[in-house]
C-alpha cells in the first residue's frame, strides 16, 4: 500500500520458458564475471602489504604477475557489468513479463557469493577500517591520531593504510568504531581475518539493502524487481561495497531500513514506528554523517500525513531533531568517543583531486591566475570554490524538501537528489558516492530516462577504477595492457557465447 507517489505496480506474468533459459544464461555469465574476479584479484587486487599469499603454491603465482592477474579482473568486471545490463531488459517498466523477486535474489546470490572471498579491490580504504579500529580497541582515540602516530609507521596494519591517511585521524562516526573496536579486539593485528570479519559487516548492510529497496518501491509506485536490480544488483554495489568493503554499504542499509520502518507509522499514524525508524536513520549518520539527510525527507511525510499545514512542518522538524540530538549524544557518550568525530568530518577534503567538480573549479581558476600574471593561489580557490558549492547544495536540499512538502516531488527522489546535491558539490568525490543517490531514487523514479541515465552511468563508472586502487607511477603502461587483454578475452567469450547460445546480451522485443 502505498504512503506517497502513486499506486504499487501491479504484478506481472512470470517469464516464459525461453525467457527463463535467457535468464538462466545471463545469471551463469554473470557468476563466471564474479569467478574471474575472485581469482583476479589474488594478484590484481589491493593486497596488503604483507601479503599472506606470497611463497604459497598456485595462489601465489598470480602476485607475481600483476597485468596478467589485472586482465583477468577486467574481464570478469566487464562481464558482470554486461549481464547487469542484459539483466535489466527481464525488469524494465511496462515488460507483460517480469522477473520474480525470487530469480532477483537467487541471482543476487550466485554473484555475490564468490566475491565475498575478493581480496580487496578498488580502494585500500578497508586498511584504514583495521588501523582506527585497533586505535580503538588500544583505548587511544582515533579522532586525535592517525595510524601512523597511535600504532607506529612499521606497525602491520599501518603499512597497509595509503600513505596520505597514515598521519590523519578517522573520519567516520562513532559507531562504526565502536563495532570495528569489537572486530579488532577479535582479529587483533591479523589481516585477513580482519577484512573478512569487515566484509560481513558490509554484507549485513547489503542484506539491509535487499530487505528495504523492494518495500520502499511498493510504496512509491515502482516495480520491486526493478529496484533491486538498479540497486542491490548495480555492479558498484558488488565492487564497491562487496569486494571493496565500502561502510558507505552499512551507512545507506540502515538509512533505507530506517526509513521503511518510519513509513510503517504513517498509515494509520504511529509514532512508535515513527520514532524507530529516525532512530535507525541516527546509527546510518554515526557511521557515515550523510545519512542524516534522511529524516528531513522522513518529517516532510509526517507533517503531510498530520495535516500538511506550516505548523505541523515546524512541529514535525522539531521532534526530528530532538531524535537527532538524543540518538548522537547517547552515541557519542555511549561508545565513549565523544565528539570528537566533529573535528574530522572533513579530513577527506585534504585529498585534491579532479574527480570533485569544486575541486576541479578550483584548480581551473588557479591555473587561470598563473596564466594571468597574477600569482599562484590554486588553494585558497579550491578552498573558496568548495565553501560555495557546499553552500549551493544546501540550497538545493532545502529546495526539495519544500518541494517534497508541497506534494511535488516524490520525497523518495528529493532525497535521492538531495544526496547527489551534497556529495558531488562535496571537497571529496569517489566512484561508490553515486549509490547515495542511486538507491533512493531506485525506489521511485520509473521514468526511462532516468533508467537510461543511471544504467549508463553505473556501467561506465564501473569499469574505470583500477582494482588495485593505486595510481601505477611510473607504471602507466600496466593498465592499457591490461584492459587490451581484458577487452580481447571478452570479445572472444562474446563471440563463442554467441554461436553457442545466440546473442543473449541483445534485448528482444517484449
Known amino acids: 500500500m502505498p504512503t506517497s507517489g502513486g499506486a504499487v505496480t501491479p504484478e506481472s506474468d512470470l517469464l516464459n520458458g525461453r525467457e527463463r533459459r535467457q535468464l538462466d544464461i545471463v545469471r551463469r555469465w554473470g557468476t563466471i564475471g564474479a569467478l574471474l574476479l575472485t581469482v583476479g584479484s589474488l594478484g590484481g587486487g589491493a593486497a596488503p602489504i604483507y601479503s599472506p599469499l606470497y611463497g604459497v603454491p598456485v595462489l601465489g ?12 579482473v577486467w574481464t570478469g568486471i566487464f562481464m558482470i557489468v554486461s549481464a547487469w545490463l542484459a539483466l535489466g531488459r527481464f525488469v524494465r517498466p511496462g515488460r507483460p513479463r517480469l522477473a520474480s523477486r525470487g530469480q532477483m535474489d537467487r541471482t543476487l546470490l550466485m554473484w555475490t557469493v564468490p566475491l565475498v572471498f575478493c581480496v580487496p579491490m578498488f580502494s585500500r580504504d578497508v586498511y584504514s577500517y583495521l588501523a582506527q579500529s585497533e586505535i580503538a580497541a588500544r583505548g587511544q582515540d582515533p579522532y586525535e591520531l592517525g595510524p601512523a602516530s597511535a ?20 573520519p567516520y562516526g562513532p559507531l562504526f568504531l565502536a563495532v570495528g573496536r569489537l572486530l579488532a579486539m577479535l582479529t587483533g ?19 539491509m ?15 520491486p524487481v526493478g529496484a533491486l536490480w538498479l540497486g542491490a544488483l548495480n555492479p558498484l554495489v558488488l565492487f564497491h561495497i562487496v569486494i571493496g568493503v565500502h561502510n558507505d554499504g552499512l551507512a545507506l542499509g540502515m538509512m533505507l531500513v530506517g526509513i521503511e520502518l518510519a513509513l510503517r507509522g504513517l498509515e494509520p499514524l504511529r509514532w512508535s514506528w515513527i520514532t524507530l525508524g529516525a532512530a535507525t ?10 545519512a542524516m539527510a534522511a529524516l528531513g525527507f522522513v518529517g516532510v511525510l509526517v507533517a503531510r500525513k498530520l495535516g500538511g499545514k506550516i505548523t505541523h512542518l515546524l512541529l514535525v522538524a522539531a521532534i526530528m531533531a530532538v531524535i537527532a540530538g538524543v540518538g548522537v549524544v547517547a552515541i557519542a557518550l555511549g561508545t565513549g568517543f565523544g565528539f570528537g568525530w566533529i573535528e574530522t568530518l572533513n579530513v577527506a577534503s585534504v585529498v585534491k583531486s579532479w574527480m570533485s567538480p569544486p575541486t576541479a573549479l578550483g584548480f581551473m581558476g588557479g591555473g587561470l591566475g598563473i596564466l594571468l600574471g597574477l600569482g599562484n593561489h590554486t588553494d585558497s580557490m579550491i578552498a573558496l570554490a568548495r565553501l560555495l558549492t557546499q553552500g549551493v547544495s544546501i540550497v538545493i536540499t532545502v529546495v526539495l524538501l519544500w518541494k517534497s512538502f508541497q506534494g511535488k516531488l516524490k520525497a523518495m ?14 571537497p571529496v568525490l569517489q566512484p561508490w558516492y553515486v549509490l547515495w543517490a542511486v538507491l533512493p531514487l531506485a525506489t521511485a523514479v520509473v521514468g526511462p530516462k532516468f533508467r537510461t541515465f543511471a544504467m549508463v552511468t553505473s556501467a561506465a563508472i564501473a569499469v574505470i577504477l583500477p582494482p588495485t586502487g593505486s595510481a601505477f607511477d611510473g607504471r602507466a603502461y600496466t593498465v592499457p595492457q591490461a584492459v587490451a587483454g581484458a577487452v580481447i578475452t571478452f570479445a572472444a567469450c562474446v563471440l563463442i557465447a554467441r554461436k553457442r547460445v545466440g546473442p543473449f546480451l541483445k534485448s528482444d522485443p517484449a
Request: proline share 6%; charged share 10%.
Open 61 to 72: 603465482l598470480f602476485s607475481r604477475m600483476p597485468s596478467v592477474a589485472m586482465g583477468v
Open 151 to 170: 600504532l607506529g609507521v612499521d606497525h602491520v596494519l599501518t603499512r597497509g593504510v595509503p600513505n596520505i591517511w597514515r598521519e590523519t585521524p578517522a
Open 189 to 207: 593485528d591479523h589481516v585477513v581475518s580482519g577484512v573478512f570479519l569487515h566484509r560481513l559487516l558490509v554484507l549485513c548492510g547489503l542484506a
Open 209 to 223: 539493502v535487499v530487505w528495504a529497496l523492494p518495500r520502499l518501491a511498493a510504496r512509491f509506485g515502482v516495480s
Open 281 to 290: 536513520i541516527v546509527c546510518a549518520a554515526m557511521v557515515k554523517i550523510p
Open 413 to 426: 527522489n528529493g532525497l535521492g537528489a538531495a544526496l547527489g546535491a551534497i556529495l558531488v558539490l562535496g
